[in-house]
């Protein structure tokens, strides 16, 4: 993780993905979406949401 990494709560992550906070959780929960703890909440690397976006792109048709 580069230096100064900019960090997204749950809830921004899940409203960016057009998700509930539920489906963020379980997505860090499953090892498919990198995150922090931070106490006892959970920060995602901004740069780790654009990656899981990209890699979820597929064909369709």
């Not at 995150?35 to 740069?47: D, I, T, W």
Request: proline share 3%.
């Amino acid at each position: 993780m580069a230096p100064g990494a900019v960090f997204l709560t749950v809830a921004e992550v899940a409203e960016q993905m057009r998700v509930s906070k539920m489906t963020v959780y379980r997505l860090v929960h499953a090892g498919d979406l990198e995150a922090v703890r931070v106490g006892r909440s959970f920060r995602v690397p901004a740069q780790a949401v654009a990656d899981f976006i990209e890699k979820s792109f597929y064909e369709a048709g």
